[in-house]
C-alpha cells in the first residue's frame, strides 16, 4: 500500500496548456508539500500545507496553484505552462511539530515527470 | 539561514571498498539532518536521521552517519559498497518538524560503483 502517491508519472504536454498533478498519501501526516527537481537534480520547496492551510510559498510563479481539499491530498494546478516548467516535482508528507511525534523525516512520492514541449 | 554542502557532485568507489559522503551544514539553530537516496527515474527514500539523540546515526542498506557539531559535518558512510548503492545521495536539514520549516537539500552526490 503505497505511502504517497502522485498521479500521473509522466505528462508531456504542450506551452500553453493546463495540467494537475495529483497527490494522496495514507500516513496520517498533517502537513504535505510540493517540491520541484530541476534538471541538475536540485530539490527547491515550492508549497506546503499543515491541515489544508497554505504555510509556505516559496516565490512560486502564480500560474501555479496548490490545492488541499482534505488534510490526505494536496494538488498541483499549472496555468499557461512554460518551457521552464519542466521539472521532476515530487510531493511529499511528514509528521507535525516536535511535541507531536515528528520529526521522522519526510515521505516523498514516486515523482512526476513533467514535460513540456 | 540553513543550507547544507556536499563536496563532490561525483563519487566513483570499487565494489567492496569504502564509501565516503560528504555534507557540511549551516545552521543558527540545533540542525535536524537528513541523508536520502534516490534511485534512477525513483522517488526519495529516507536512508537515516539525526534529530538531536545519538551522534551515531545507523540507517538502512548499511549505511551510517556520525554528527559533529565541532566539525558541523554529516558524513555518510558504508564500509563496503555494493554494486546496488549506486544512486544519487542527498543530505538535507530543517530546524523542525511541522509546515513552517522547510527540509531544505544540499546538491546531491551521484555514487558510482566499479565493480
Known amino acids: 500500500d503505497t505511502a504517497v502517491s502522485q498521479t500521473p508519472k509522466y505528462l508531456v504536454t504542450q506551452m500553453g496548456n493546463d495540467k494537475s498533478i495529483k497527490c494522496e498519501q495514507n500516513l496520517g501526516h498533517d502537513t504535505m508539500y510540493w517540491y520541484k527537481q530541476d534538471s541538475k537534480k536540485f530539490l527547491k520547496i515550492m508549497f506546503s500545507?499543515?491541515?489544508?492551510?497554505?504555510?509556505i510559498n516559496e516565490t512560486v510563479p502564480n500560474r501555479f496553484s496548490p490545492k488541499s481539499p482534505d488534510k490526505a491530498h494536496l494538488n498541483l494546478h499549472i496555468n499557461s505552462l512554460e518551457l521552464g516548467d519542466s521539472a521532476v516535482y515530487f510531493c511529499?508528507?511528514?509528521?507535525?511539530?516536535?511535541?507531536?511525534?515528528?520529526?521522522?523525516?519526510?515521505?516523498f512520492g514516486s515523482g512526476t515527470r513533467l514535460t513540456v514541449v | 539561514a540553513q543550507s547544507v554542502t556536499q563536496l563532490g557532485s561525483h563519487v566513483s568507489v570499487s565494489e567492496g571498498a569504502l564509501v565516503l559522503l560528504r555534507c557540511n551544514y549551516s545552521?543558527?539553530?540545533?540542525?535536524?539532518l537528513f541523508w536520502y537516496v534516490q534511485y534512477p527515474n525513483q522517488g526519495l527514500q529516507l536512508l537515516l536521521k539525526y534529530t538531536s539523540a545519538a551522534t551515531l546515526v545507523k540507517g538502512i542498506n548499511g549505511f551510517e552517519a556520525e554528527f559533529k557539531k565541532s566539525e558541523t559535518s554529516f558524513h555518510l558512510t558504508k564500509p563496503s559498497a555494493h554494486m546496488s548503492d549506486a544512486a544519487e545521495y542527498f543530505c538535507?536539514?530543517?530546524?523542525?518538524?511541522?509546515?513552517?520549516?522547510?527540509?531544505?537539500f544540499g546538491t546531491g552526490t551521484l555514487l558510482a560503483v566499479q565493480p
Open positions: 545552521s543558527s539553530v540545533p540542525p535536524y
Open positions: 538535507a536539514v530543517t530546524r523542525g518538524g511541522g509546515a513552517t520549516n522547510k527540509l531544505i
Open positions: 511529499a508528507s511528514s509528521q507535525a511539530e516536535i511535541g507531536q511525534g515528528g520529526i521522522g523525516g519526510y515521505t
Open positions: 500545507y499543515n491541515n489544508k492551510e497554505l504555510i
